[in-house]
């Protein structure tokens, strides 16, 4: 019986779990990390830039086109006499000449049927649609940071979780084996004591092994090598106060990142079926030019040459060329307006249902904590009566298992409401 006893001894006893030296970041830290790493960012902002050069290139359009040239060269004339093509003069055979010329040019378009002013709201469109998918994907990086973040500290508390549950069997395992020397207990309470701490070590080692895997990949969002620790700071579990559904969804329908990109697509097309409509106006541009030539037969003396030019050009018809473009554009914009449309369904939809968890979700941790002080009140209860002999080992166990389930229900409902309002705001595209 000795023997017994102390091989069920031995089993008290929990391998240490030594974590080794890893960087810890707050929620703040990590979101700006990945902010700075995240490919889809850092595309949505040179994106960003090239849009704004394109409102630079399309105001361009109603500026001149100016350009400059110069030459110089020399020729060689072989044979008889001939009439110097610059200066006309007749000059020799087997001579070599230099000719220098240099010169400007300018051409403005007075009417382009409205194009330029339709390039430039495209131009704009397309800026406003950058800044849009800018401001969604760093939302969408913000949530999925943040949802990694939650699960690595989530892991972190349901791993002390698993680790007072060992504890709470350990003690079991001790009581167990004190009652079995004394002949108070049998030996099935003994092995039954065993049995559940086992049990609570396989536990233990799946949450340290989610705990790794959250840790690692929070790690490759913020751009860090390895595994880094989720650190909570004191606001991270504060509970928010919302202003009234119709406020949010209101917000939502007009300011949503992903909303504005929709919108702004919308605007694009309706500018890419103006550029179309131009096409049916004439254009009229201004060109002029002038340039000075001379050649060495004349000691390189400069004579100035200028012109001025006005064109008028229309395409009367071009095969309905024009008419099929139109007809593709004028179906992106009605596929485009629906989308936008359907995307505000969207919004509102998500916003209502996610505003609901988020309330459930406050709820429930309020619930739940309640709960887990019951359990907390009945697992002291049930040791000391368990220790006193007046309940079986089953009573006790099933305090303990309600113990750990509450536990588990209070972990669960706090990261609920954390990533209910994440989900929020991301939708918004800000903090609440």
Known sequence: MRRLTLVLACCVSLPGTVRAQQRAVTLAEALGLAQRNAPAVVQAQGNAR??????????????????????????????????????????????????????????????????RGADLANARATVTEADATLAFQRSQSALTTTNQFLLALQGTDLVRVRQDAIRRAQEKVAIANAKLATRAATIADS?????DLTNARLRLLTEERNLVDAEAKLARLIGVEGR?????????????????????????????????????????????????????????????????????????????????????????????????????????????????????????????????????????????AQSLEAARASARVQTERYRLGSIFIEQFNQAQEALSSAEIEAVNARYDYLRARAQIEAILGRKL
Do not use: C, H, K
């Open 50 to 115: 090239a849009a704004g050069a394109g409102v630079r290139s399309a105001w361009g359009e109603f500026l001149p086109r100016l350009s400059a040239t110069s030459s110089y060269g020399r020729s060689f004339s072989e044979g008889p006499a001939r009439i110097d093509p610059i200066t006309q003069q007749v000059i020799s055979g087997n001579t070599s000449i230099g000719s220098l010329g240099m010169g400007g040019s300018a051409s403005l378009e007075l009417f382009t049927g409205f194009r």
């Open 228 to 368: 880094v620790t989720a650190q909570a700071d004191s606001s991270l579990f504060q509970v928010v106060s919302l202003p009234d559904s119709a406020t949010l969804l209101s917000e939502a329908a007009d300011r949503a990142p992903s909303f504005v990109q929709a919108e702004a697509r919308v605007r694009s097309a309706r500018a890419s079926l103006a550029v179309i409509r131009s096409t049916y106006f004439p254009s009229i541009s201004l060109s002029g030019s002038t340039s000075f030539n001379g050649s060495g037969s004349n000691n390189y003396e400069l004579f100035n040459t200028r012109s001025m030019n006005v064109q008028l050009s229309w395409s009367l018809f071009n095969g309905f060329a024009r008419e099929r473009d139109m007809a593709q554009r004028r179906a992106t914009l009605d596929a485009n307006q629906a989308t936008a449309a359907d995307e505000r369904r969207r919004i509102g939809a998500e916003l209502t249902s996610w505003l609901a968890a988020l309330r459930t979700a406050e709820e429930r941790v309020s619930l739940t």
């Open 191 to 195: 092995l039954q004591a065993v049995v």
